[in-house]
């Protein structure tokens, strides 16, 4: 029998991971892998997905290299015990170049809502508790990327106030083939 739907998520609490807390993501990080490979599928005859078992086996090695840098906030958002989602967010440092953005930014690494929470403003609250600690560390910028094709993801963050910054584009090594 499934629980049910939370309609309202009233208070979360958020924790804050170490290295030794790691293997608590694995269940959400499994959700957004399967997210991405269902959102990206136009992708699929260019750049291939990996298993869940290997994605999250790369996925949590990077966690750990991230986690060795004090300054790398894993933020658990939680609900009655219940893990409802997570953030991984790095620090990097910005030499200046055309764009005043302070000399470091903040770049959202994972961000990852259990699908039994999209729409109960979880997402809104763990953005506010991210902004709120790096307000504290006078960080006056969010890296935040979506992918191209995840609409509903790209309208959440324009309505928490992000706006289109940079596009990424790819394509293998050997997709030649310019057309201009």
Known sequence: MAKPRPTDTGVLSFRYLGVQDVEELEDL??????QHTLSASHLSDMIGTTSLDESWRRRRAQYLR???DPETMAIL?????????????????????TWDRGARV???QTFAIDP????????SKLLEEIRHQLAATGIRDIEFSALATASEDISFLEREGF??????????????????
């Open 66 to 68: 991230w986690l060795a």
């Open 116 to 123: 039994e929470y999209i729409g109960t403003h979880v997402g």
């Open 163 to 180: 706006r289109p910054f940079v596009t990424t584009m790819v394509c293998r090594v050997d997709g030649f083939g310019a057309h201009d």
């Open 77 to 97: 958002a939680e609900h009655r015990g219940d893990l409802a989602g997570y953030a991984m967010v790095t620090i990097r440092d910005n030499p200046q170049g």
């Open 106 to 108: 903040a770049v959202v």
């Open 29 to 34: 990080w499994g959700a957004l892998h399967q």
